[in-house]
């Protein structure tokens, strides 16, 4: 059974394999290998027959070919309604293929279905809200994606970063070291402007565990500190695990299910370890599901829940701001045009709709908050969800998804918009970058330190 | 052949339906698995419970999700068909005569023109539902030749009785093709995607509790469907 040396049906599990993977820039080796991989007709059937049950089985066979998740997919109405991407005829042609099949499908079908599976759904979830049936089709491409993984058929980019969570526990080769000094650093940066800046770092017991996205310890260490100044501002016993700090699950965007289990089971190990009361995850989307809503499934915890109590950072920030322990100066409330991006991994699938809408009413000029349409849980995706964001090979159909986001933020009229959400962050940038409309783009954490009330004791000494 | 179709084909075929439905219900729960579908069923029956019955009861309502509401057109025919062809059968003065006469028990009756507008609301609907697979593209591309058997053998009880409540042509033969047609639809509904009558309810349900359970319904305002 021919597999190439970059592209195969192995997960990457050293780093000599990452490294090897890594240098293949674009992965023009990798796909060229990928054209003569072979399916393992075999193993697909026998993982289909042990894996797919009654739901994903009745919800291929009950689906009534009713069209009427077509318009609720934003990927089908920015191509100009291509009948092709109808989120049912999606699944239906490679899911159902699959299976009606059994399992005997070709180098050239994977393909399609690679193609599908990660460039025409980001898996969203919004046809689930619009099927009849309740049928979620993101929840099957999901499944799909994991059928590809196993066979090797997985873009470049969801392959090494699956294996970076298999190396490192984090999506980029972030050690626990560079984790604690980075955050340590950055810390260290900001000491003068804000007296008794510190990170406590595997403290036992505190009332928070906080967790990142290693991008922020790679590319955008500020954050860090900001998390760091608005737990201090709040008055909050909070701590970093040195080991166990990576929210985000890249593994889960590539399909691949041990890595998800291995990953979310060292956030839970840390969990365990310093036992807090709470764990606070950054702004991220995914992550948050991937920690928190999908985790325990992975790590086979019966009550769906992680170990202790887990927030997204977006519920301790309305929290702080209710009860007082963040005070926004008024004077110092947003007084421009302001929109919010619903990311769906927290908003449609976790229900924080009210949420974040109330830490607007605190953050915005009453009369400057215009909201996109469609909204909440029914809102689209940014248009980089669900791997779309990085994977080079989709890029221009990736380019053409953040039209609707576009459309969406130009319709508001807001020059700001607040993503509390790394990848719809990245998808909002890069849509200003290639369609310049003339928007700012920010997470919560810079705002928030621009606009509260620093303590007495936290300011610098004159 | 009367007495054949209203004797042992009609215990058969009322049989096969509710035998074979409840069959279809019993291995769609026993196939469901927490750690799969990542939901845990168990772990949390009430919220599963309110997550189930608000997934399942709005979307029973015409109008009453915002999908029904973006599509109009879609909305009244499929009520309009569903209702017919639920209430119909059930509740027609003729089908509750023969209730009575098999098993001493009948349900109310319909209004007789009720049932004529019900019935011609089944058969108008069932051609524009046609007429939408035919016109839209992202109806035609998904559409396959058995979606058109499912209609026709759901239809055929619909259009048969008709001609026998007209009296169209030789009464006592339309009879007895409408009566087959009726127990046809009965046996073959759990074998096809008529299953529907029950798995609409365990899917509906299943996604009601996925989103009550796990996706957000335990924290904070319920999804609005």
């Given at each position: 059974?021919?597999?190439?040396?970059?592209?195969?049906?192995q997960?990457?599990?050293?780093d000599?394999?990452?490294?090897?993977?890594?240098?293949d820039?674009?992965?023009?080796?990798?796909?060229?290998?990928?054209?003569?991989?072979?399916?393992?007709?075999?193993?697909?059937?026998?993982?289909?027959?042990?894996?797919m049950?009654?739901?994903i089985?009745?919800?291929?066979?009950?689906?009534?070919?009713?069209?009427?998740?077509?318009?609720s997919?934003?990927?089908?109405?920015?191509?100009?309604?291509?009948?092709?991407?109808?989120?049912?005829?999606?699944?239906?042609?490679?899911?159902g293929?699959?299976?009606?099949?059994?399992?005997?499908?070709?180098?050239?079908?994977?393909?399609?279905?690679?193609?599908?599976?990660?460039?025409?759904?980001?898996?969203?979830?919004?046809?689930?809200?619009?099927?009849?049936?309740?049928?979620?089709?993101?929840?099957?491409?999901?499944y799909?994606?994991?059928?590809?993984?196993?066979?090797?058929?997985?873009?470049?980019?969801?392959?090494?970063?699956?294996?970076?969570?298999?190396?490192?526990?984090?999506?980029?080769?972030?050690?626990?070291?560079?984790?604690?000094?980075?955050?340590?650093?950055?810390?260290?940066?900001?000491?003068?402007?804000?007296?008794?800046?510190?990170?406590?770092?595997?403290?036992?017991?505190?009332?928070?565990?906080?967790?990142?996205?290693?991008?922020?310890?790679?590319?955008?260490?500020?954050?860090?500190?900001?998390?760091?100044?608005?737990?201090?501002?709040?008055?909050?016993?909070?701590?970093i695990?040195?080991s166990?700090?990576?929210?985000?699950?890249?593994?889960?965007?590539?399909?691949?299910?041990?890595?998800c289990?291995?990953?979310v089971?060292?956030?839970?190990?840390?969990?365990?370890?310093?036992?807090?009361?709470?764990?606070?995850?950054?702004?991220?989307?995914?992550?948050h599901?991937?920690?928190?809503?999908?985790?325990?499934?992975?790590?086979?915890?019966?009550?769906?829940?992680?170990?202790?109590?887990?927030?997204?950072?977006?519920?301790?920030?309305?929290?702080?701001?209710r009860?007082?322990?963040?005070?926004?100066?008024?004077e110092?409330r947003?007084?421009?045009?302001?929109?919010?991006?619903?990311?769906c991994?927290?908003?449609?699938?976790?229900?924080?709709?009210?949420?974040?809408?109330?830490?607007?009413?605190?953050?915005?000029?009453?009369?400057?908050?215009?909201?996109?349409?469609?909204?909440?849980?029914?809102?689209?995706?940014?248009?980089?969800?669900?791997?779309?964001?990085?994977?080079?090979?989709?890029?221009?159909?990736?380019?053409?998804?953040l039209?609707?986001?576009?459309?969406?933020?130009?319709?508001t009229?807001?020059d700001?918009?607040?993503?509390?959400c790394?990848?719809?962050?990245?998808?909002?940038?890069?849509?200003?970058?290639?369609?310049?409309?003339?928007?700012?783009?920010?997470f919560?954490?810079?705002l928030l330190i621009d606009?509260?009330?620093?303590p007495e004791?936290?300011?610098?000494?004159? | 052949?009367?007495?054949?179709?209203t004797?042992?084909?009609?215990?058969?075929?009322?049989?096969?339906?509710?035998?074979?439905?409840?069959?279809?219900v019993?291995?769609?729960?026993?196939?469901?698995?927490?750690?799969?579908?990542?939901v845990?069923?168990?772990?949390?029956?009430?919220?599963?419970?309110?997550?189930?019955?608000?997934?399942?009861?709005?979307?029973?309502v015409?109008?009453?999700?915002?999908?029904?509401?973006?599509?109009?057109?879609?909305?009244?025919?499929?009520?309009?068909?569903?209702?017919?062809?639920?209430?119909?059968?059930?509740?027609?003065?003729?089908?509750?005569?023969?209730?009575?006469?098999?098993?001493?028990?009948?349900?109310?009756t319909?209004?007789?023109?009720?049932?004529?507008?019900?019935?011609?609301?089944?058969?108008?609907s069932a051609?524009?539902?046609?007429l939408r697979?035919?016109?839209?593209p992202?109806?035609?591309?998904?559409?396959?030749?058995?979606?058109?058997?499912?209609l026709?053998?759901s239809?055929?009880?619909?259009?048969?009785?008709?001609?026998?409540?007209?009296?169209?042509?030789?009464?006592?033969?339309?009879?007895?093709?409408?009566?087959?047609?009726?127990?046809?639809?009965?046996i073959?509904?759990?074998?096809?995607?008529?299953?529907?009558?029950?798995?609409?309810?365990?899917?509906?349900?299943q996604l009601g509790?996925?989103?009550?359970?796990?996706?957000?319904?335990?924290?904070?305002?319920?999804?609005?469907?």
């Amino acid at each position: 059974m021919p597999e190439g040396t970059l592209c195969n049906k192995q997960p990457i599990d050293t780093d000599e394999q990452l490294k090897a993977l890594l240098g293949d820039k674009g992965g023009k080796v990798y796909y060229e290998e990928m054209k003569l991989l072979e399916v393992d007709q075999e193993k697909l059937q026998d993982t289909i027959r042990k894996t797919m049950k009654s739901r994903i089985k009745t919800w291929l066979k009950i689906c009534a070919h009713c069209g009427m998740c077509a318009d609720s997919c934003f990927l089908y109405r920015i191509n100009d309604c291509d009948p092709k991407q109808v989120p049912a005829y999606k699944v239906q042609s490679t899911l159902g293929e699959m299976v009606r099949k059994k399992g005997r499908v070709d180098n050239a079908f994977m393909h399609m279905a690679m193609e599908t599976a990660w460039a025409k759904c980001t898996c969203c979830n919004r046809c689930a809200m619009y099927c009849p049936h309740g049928i979620d089709m993101g929840v099957m491409v999901g499944y799909m994606r994991g059928l590809l993984y196993q066979q090797g058929f997985v873009p470049w980019e969801m392959k090494i970063g699956a294996g970076m969570h298999r190396v490192y526990r984090a999506q980029m080769d972030v050690t626990p070291e560079e984790f604690v000094d980075t955050f340590q650093w950055m810390v260290e940066e900001y000491e003068e402007e804000y007296a008794g800046l510190t990170v406590p770092v595997d403290k036992e017991g505190a009332d928070i565990m906080y967790t990142v996205n290693a991008r922020e310890v790679k590319h955008y260490p500020e954050d860090l500190a900001e998390a760091a100044i608005l737990f201090t501002i709040a008055g909050e016993d909070w701590t970093i695990p040195s080991s166990g700090w990576e929210l985000t699950s890249l593994a889960m965007f590539a399909g691949d299910w041990e890595a998800c289990r291995m990953q979310v089971e060292s956030v839970y190990d840390a969990m365990e370890r310093l036992k807090p009361k709470r764990m606070i995850g950054t702004e991220c989307g995914h992550a948050h599901r991937a920690t928190v809503i999908e985790g325990p499934y992975w790590a086979g915890r019966p009550d769906g829940k992680p170990p202790v109590e887990s927030i997204h950072y977006v519920e301790w920030v309305a929290e702080a701001l209710r009860t007082g322990k963040l005070k926004i100066d008024p004077e110092k409330r947003i007084k421009k045009p302001v929109t919010l991006q619903d990311s769906c991994n927290y908003i449609r699938n976790h229900g924080l709709k009210e949420i974040t809408r109330e830490i607007m009413s605190y953050m915005v000029e009453p009369g400057y908050f215009f909201d996109m349409a469609p909204n909440k849980e029914h809102n689209y995706c940014c248009g980089g969800g669900g791997g779309f964001n990085g994977i080079g090979l989709y890029r221009p159909q990736r380019n053409k998804a953040l039209i609707t986001k576009r459309d969406q933020i130009l319709g508001t009229g807001a020059d700001l918009v607040i993503a509390p959400c790394h990848n719809c962050w990245d998808a909002i940038r890069d849509l200003e970058e290639e369609y310049e409309i003339g928007i700012s783009w920010s997470f919560l954490k810079p705002l928030l330190i621009d606009m509260v009330i620093v303590p007495e004791h936290m300011k610098p000494e004159e | 052949m009367y007495a054949f179709l209203t004797g042992p084909m009609f215990y058969l075929s009322l049989a096969v339906f509710f035998i074979g439905l409840a069959v279809r219900v019993i291995l769609y729960i026993r196939g469901l698995d927490w750690k799969l579908d990542r939901v845990a069923y168990r772990a949390h029956p009430k919220a599963g419970l309110k997550g189930a019955l608000r997934s399942i009861g709005y979307w029973l309502v015409p109008f009453g999700t915002r999908s029904w509401r973006v599509q109009p057109f879609m909305t009244v025919i499929f009520f309009v068909f569903h209702i017919g062809a639920v209430i119909v059968p059930l509740f027609l003065l003729a089908h509750n005569m023969i209730l009575k006469e098999k098993f001493g028990f009948s349900f109310f009756t319909l209004n007789p023109t009720l049932a004529d507008v019900l019935t011609w609301g089944v058969l108008i609907s069932a051609i524009l539902l046609v007429l939408r697979r035919i016109a839209l593209p992202e109806v035609r591309i998904l559409t396959t030749g058995y979606d058109y058997f499912i209609l026709a053998i759901s239809v055929a009880p619909f259009v048969t009785g008709l001609i026998c409540r007209y009296h169209v042509g030789d009464y006592s033969a339309w009879l007895l093709v409408h009566i087959a047609a009726g127990e046809l639809l009965l046996i073959l509904a759990p074998f096809t995607k008529l299953s529907h009558i029950v798995l609409y309810f365990m899917s509906r349900g299943q996604l009601g509790m996925d989103f009550g359970i796990k996706r957000g319904g335990m924290n904070g305002k319920p999804i609005s469907w």
